[in-house]
């Protein structure tokens, strides 16, 4: 192999080992490897400190009795086998699957149809952009009380507007029915960040796609379909992924701050119940080893996502 071939014959740039074989000296840029490493290691610091370490801690606790003001003592597995037998622990993963199963979608669908309906420049697009935005950088808490007032059964907007149109003005947060769906409706308004993923993916797809499908006919929903639905694909997965992840341990602020877990445990999500074990029972070993399990679970719902999904979009087929 010669140096003409290394470069014509190739599809892909070559590998190092491609240009020693071929003759090429390999000088790798040392300072640049050095000056990559050193911005790395402000990442890798604080991703050991805050990431790696508590998880390792996280781990060990759990398999100890532990109060935070004496000795923890060694239990091996008798945290998991006592959160088995804990109604209290099979209530809040329903509650958490349900509003995973109900919110992650519902997030999807908005930040979709938004992102859809958004992302042609026009006039005066920019200010309706950043309202769909804007609650994303609402402080959580802030975010809860607002919604706190939003949901008053007396003096609050929602149903006011509710008894204005003829319909029933259910008081929110204190009906065990309407508890859980009101966490789940201040939700849906928070999709910001999917919303700027997915307009930049809009924006990636060729408009001569679009051209070309029109002139062979092609409607609205069958470009869609067949066009902007498979190019978005990654993005969606991506996204459903992340939301499945966070929106899970985002429950923590409004059920803690708006209801404390009531009515009657319809709020009582798993972070809430990890926090309570752990920072108001003082059984942090107890909190770890939900910990555990908590993300366990995700992990295994985000694994049953991905290949339902089939790696959906990931495989270069385009």
Same mark, same amino acid.
């Given at each position: &192999?010669?140096?003409?071939? +290394? ?21 790798? *840029?040392? #300072? ?19 990431? $790696? ?12 009795? !532990? ?7 060694? +239990?091996?597995?008798? *945290? ?25 979608? %519902?997030? =999807? ?14 006039? #005066? +697009?920019?200010?309706?952009?950043? $309202? ?11 975010? $809860? ?10 003096? #609050?907007?929602? *149903? ?6 003829? @319909? ?17 409706? =201040? ?10 993923? %997915?307009?930049? #993916? ?6 001569? !796609? ?12 069958? =470009? ?30 409004? $059920?803690? @701050? &708006? ?26 070993? =107890?909190?770890?080893? &939900? ?22 979009? !990931?495989?270069?087929?385009?």
């Amino acid at each position: &192999m010669d140096h003409e071939s +290394v470069t014509t014959s190739a599809a892909s740039p070559p590998t190092a080992t491609a240009l020693r074989r071929a003759g090429f000296p390999h000088r790798p *840029n040392r #300072g640049y490897q050095r000056a990559l490493r050193t911005l790395l290691l402000p990442y890798l610091v604080g991703a050991t400190l805050l990431i $790696a370490v508590p998880a390792l801690l996280t781990f060990v606790l759990a398999l100890t009795e !532990y109060d935070a003001l004496s000795p923890p003592i060694w +239990v091996g597995l008798q *945290n998991f086998s006592e959160i088995l037998t804990n109604p209290l622990f099979w209530i809040a993963v329903r509650n958490s699957l349900y509003f995973i199963v109900l919110a992650v979608p %519902l997030r =999807m669908l908005g930040a979709l149809l938004l992102a859809l309906l958004l992302h042609q420049s026009r006039r #005066g +697009v920019g200010i309706y952009r950043a $309202a769909v935005y804007l609650p994303t950088i609402i402080p959580d808490v802030a975010y $809860a009380l607002i919604w706190l007032w939003i949901f008053n059964p007396i003096y #609050g907007p929602l *149903n006011l507007l509710l008894g204005t149109l003829g @319909l029933p003005t259910p008081a929110w947060l204190v009906q065990p029915g309407t508890a859980k769906l009101a966490i789940v409706l =201040m939700s849906l308004f928070q999709i910001g960040e999917g919303f700027v993923v %997915l307009l930049a #993916g809009l924006h990636d797809i060729p408009e001569d !796609y679009y051209a070309s499908a029109a002139i062979d006919g092609g409607s609205r929903w069958q =470009m869609f379909r067949l066009i902007t639905l498979p190019l978005l694909a990654p993005w969606l997965l991506l996204l459903t992924i992340r939301d499945i992840t966070l929106s899970a341990q985002s429950t923590f602020t409004p $059920a803690y @701050l &708006m209801t404390d877990g009531g009515p009657y445990f319809s709020t009582l999500f798993m972070p809430l119940l990890i926090f309570d074990e752990a920072f108001e029972r003082f059984r942090v070993g =107890m909190g770890s080893a &939900m910990m555990l399990l908590f993300f366990l679970g995700l992990a295994l719902l985000v694994l049953l996502v991905y290949f339902v999904a089939g790696g959906w979009g !990931y495989a270069d087929d385009y």
